[in-house]
């Protein structure tokens, strides 16, 4: 069985640094992906970044250039660093783990950004 475990977000200033992380156990052997997803209030859930098995990386327009996904391997671990975050990045994160189809979600992490 596979567990994703999602690091506490918390409250940050507008133009502070957060990082998440997402530490997967058990049957990891399957994962090609890891996906960081976020939902506002009252918003759809939405794609943030995503990093590949091989490293690559992408990121949807409004976070690209502020946020940075990684990768710790010997650790199953992978990272969000988010940068001069702004209120519109409060939202709930999640991890998912992608093999040929979504293999499971990490618990969501509150996020507020606010002064």
């Known amino acids: 069985q596979l567990q994703l475990v999602v690091s506490w977000g918390g409250l940050v200033q507008p133009a502070r640094s957060l990082r998440l992380s997402c530490a997967a156990s058990g049957r990891i052997f399957n994962i090609i992906a890891i996906h960081w997803y976020r939902q506002a209030p009252g918003k759809q859930r939405e794609l943030v970044a995503e990093?590949?098995?091989?490293?690559?990386?992408s990121y949807v327009d409004s976070v690209n250039g502020r946020f940075t996904i990684s990768r710790d391997n010997a650790k199953n671990t992978v990272y969000l660093q988010m940068n001069s975050l702004k209120p519109e990045d409060t939202a709930v994160y999640y991890c998912?783990?992608?093999?040929?189809?979504?293999?499971?979600w990490g618990q969501g992490t509150q996020v507020t950004v606010s002064s």
């Open positions: 990093i590949s098995s091989g490293g690559s990386t």
């Open positions: 998912a783990a992608v093999g040929t189809t979504l293999l499971d």
